[in-house]
């Protein structure tokens, strides 16, 4: 059975679109580009219920430097922006953003400016060993964030990591031995993505390993990226 796009482009029934996605938890914009992600996937549900989305999460760390233990949050976005008004006007234009996609930030909270690689190494753990390996994804990527953004949670913190991947269901045992060894290979740099080397900023996206977005685009868009990829793979 065969549908149709809005401008009428014929499809398969079940098509499956990929979405790639490249994102380091430091970035508030990955936030809100994640929320807008599930917006997308949700509105195409209702909108194209022949089209499925299968989302891949690539770890990219922007500041992989970083020293293990992190540095003071607020004193490094000063030294980075060069004043305390720069960063108030930087982190206005972020929460407004962010209050679009129903997020609140709490820069105010965040104290360390974590090494992400620990986090990211659990999520990579989580994934390869997780039975619903892509729901539970998603959920420790989400509570990951919030973690960090809305709650100020030192996520390069091991305990931290610890308690939040409890707390999305992950097995404590294997979890403990998981972070036992991360903390044993704290230099051992994480797997790059076939794509890496065409990121230059976080969150990317690539739709069906054709169409790239850099930032964090609305959910309209995405769902317009999505089914023009249909359009283009069904052309070729």
Request: proline letters at 5%; one cysteine or more.
């Amino acid at each position: 059975m065969n549908g149709t796009t809005e401008k009428g482009t014929a499809v398969n029934k079940d098509t499956l679109v990929t979405v790639d996605v490249h994102f380091d938890f430091i970035c508030p914009w990955c936030l809100i580009g994640k929320r807008n992600l599930d917006a997308a996937v949700s509105r195409l549900a209702s909108l194209r219920p022949d089209v499925s989305v299968k989302v891949r999460w690539h770890s990219h760390q922007l500041l992989p430097g970083t020293p293990v233990g992190g540095v003071p949050y607020q004193a490094f976005y000063v030294a980075r922006l060069g004043s305390p008004d720069a960063v108030a006007a930087r982190r206005a234009q972020v929460q407004e953003a962010a209050r679009a996609a129903g997020i609140e930030l709490a820069f105010d909270r965040i104290e360390v400016m974590p090494n992400t690689r620990a986090a990211h190494r659990l999520f990579a753990w989580a994934a390869a060993t997780s039975a619903d390996a892509a729901n539970q994804s998603s959920l420790l990527i989400d509570r990951l964030f919030t973690g960090y953004f809305m709650d100020g949670e030192d996520i390069g913190n091991p305990d931290v990591l610890e308690r939040i991947g409890l707390a999305c269901g992950l097995d404590a045992v294997g979890l403990a031995d998981h972070l036992t060894t991360s903390r044993q290979e704290d230099n051992v740099a994480l797997p790059r993505s076939p794509q890496a080397h065409d990121v230059r900023g976080v969150p990317h996206f690539v739709v069906n390993s054709a169409l790239s977005l850099s930032g964090a685009y609305s959910p309209g868009a995405i769902v317009d990226a999505v089914l023009r990829s249909i359009g283009v793979q069904e052309n070729r």
